[in-house]
């Protein structure tokens, strides 16, 4: 079921960079850093006029590997990865001459916590959502859908990320 929603949302970002190189409007793919020399594999942002579709997002980690001492990198519990996918979000729009306002949808796709026993902390990424959305510094709330998934691409993840944003004509 989720498989299938996930690839329809996916047909419908596409569809609508197809509607928008149809009527004209410029469309402009925002490339990724190269990631050790290998050549990225999908676009990190695609402009289609004035929409922004932002690629899904992960957490930095909290601590840094430190091979010396053997220690993994740390990412956190999902309040703490949804807090940092969001800063990132909020820094990568910031570039793209956007705000968190800006955002008309999002796709949060969420692992259980291996720390709660494989249960997802809804509750956690809420209180992080909190921080950016609905607030009175920034009253927007974007339309969501929140997804538990098997598993993200990387091993530590709890939380992935993917918006629209719609430059407002001011």
């Known amino acids: 079921m989720h498989a299938n929603w996930i690839a329809g949302a996916a047909l419908a970002a596409c569809l609508a960079c197809v509607v928008a190189a149809q009527q004209g409007l410029p469309v402009k793919r925002i490339e990724p850093p190269a ?20 690629a899904g997002q992960m957490a930095s980690p909290v601590t840094v590997a430190d091979p010396v001492r053997g220690k993994a990198a740390e990412y956190g519990d999902t309040k ?13 729009l910031k570039e793209q001459g956007l705000t968190m306002g800006d955002v ?47 598993a993200l691409v990387q091993p530590w993840g709890l939380v992935e990320i993917e918006v629209t944003a719609v430059r407002a004509r001011r």
């Not at 990631?35 to 932002?54: C, E, K, Q, V």
């Not at 949804?82 to 990132?88: G, P, Q």
């Open 35 to 54: 990631n050790g020399g290998s050549r990225p594999r999908f676009s990190s942002a695609i402009w289609a006029g004035d929409t922004l579709y932002l």
């Open 80 to 92: 703490t990865q949804t807090l940092s996918v969001l800063t990132k979000i909020q820094s990568i």
């Open 104 to 150: 008309v949808q999002m796709h949060v796709f969420m692992a259980g916590d291996p720390a709660k026993g494989g249960k997802l902390d809804f509750d956690g990424m809420n209180e992080a959502y909190d921080q950016f959305f609905g607030t009175p510094q920034q009253p927007n709330k974007p339309v969501r859908a929140a997804l538990q998934v098997a």
